[in-house]
């Protein structure tokens, strides 16, 4: 990269952290916060004041969980694939299927068996589930229903909600929601139970 391509990937920096802090609506105070980067640094950044640096750039990157090459600008033209990494999350095992965080996210998730009690929880935002295989036990404020292959629940994530295995096999889902959905979840207590199957 000559010295002229290089000048104008940086001046685009500050413009491009603006946008992406301002789609996800979030403050420079919040920001400052969770990276550890003084108000008066971001903002100048922001309006190219300042220069980016890598030690700037890696928290912001950290922060609005996106890859480095986002907030720089690498060109966009590529392989269209999603590179899925498996992630392990309890009982469960999550495959990403989008990569830009925020707006709509999709995962394929297979869920072990578990043993004890389901724990309800809400947070904010709608949930799509498809059940791809087995059968889905989803708990919903004061219902108890069971989904099979083939069928779909969409529901408010602010209800109690818990879902995993209906019986003693692993069960794959399709699931669905936005960025809301991906807000740190709140321990609730269902009202009761009405049983479906």
């Excluded at 992406?20 to 971001?42: K, M, N």
């Excluded at 220069?51 to 600008?73: R, S």
Aim: net charge positive; glycine share 10%; hydrophobic share 35%.
């Amino acid at each position: 990269m000559d010295d002229k391509a290089y000048e104008r990937v940086l001046t685009n920096v500050g413009p491009r952290l603006r946008r992406l802090r301002q789609d996800r609506g979030v403050t420079l105070t919040a920001l400052s916060e969770t990276t550890g980067i003084s108000v008066s640094t971001l903002s100048r950044l922001e309006s190219g004041g300042r220069k980016a640096t890598l030690e700037l750039l890696l928290p912001l990157a950290q922060a609005h969980q996106v890859p480095l090459d986002e907030l720089v600008g690498a060109p966009e033209v590529g392989d269209p694939r999603v590179r899925a990494v498996p992630q392990r999350r309890g009982h469960m095992t999550v495959v990403p299927l989008t990569r830009q965080p925020g707006g709509l996210q999709a995962y394929k998730m297979i869920i072990d068996p578990v043993v004890g009690e389901p724990d309800p929880r809400t947070h904010e935002g709608y949930e799509w589930l498809y059940v791809l295989s087995g059968r889905l036990r989803l708990l919903l404020a004061d219902r108890d229903v069971v989904l099979r292959s083939g069928e779909a629940a969409e529901f408010d994530t602010r209800l109690p909600h818990w879902f995993g295995p209906a019986g003693g096999e692993p069960v794959e889902v399709l699931s669905l929601f936005g960025r809301q959905g991906e807000r740190m979840h709140v321990r609730a207590r269902p009202r009761g139970r009405d049983k479906e199957d």
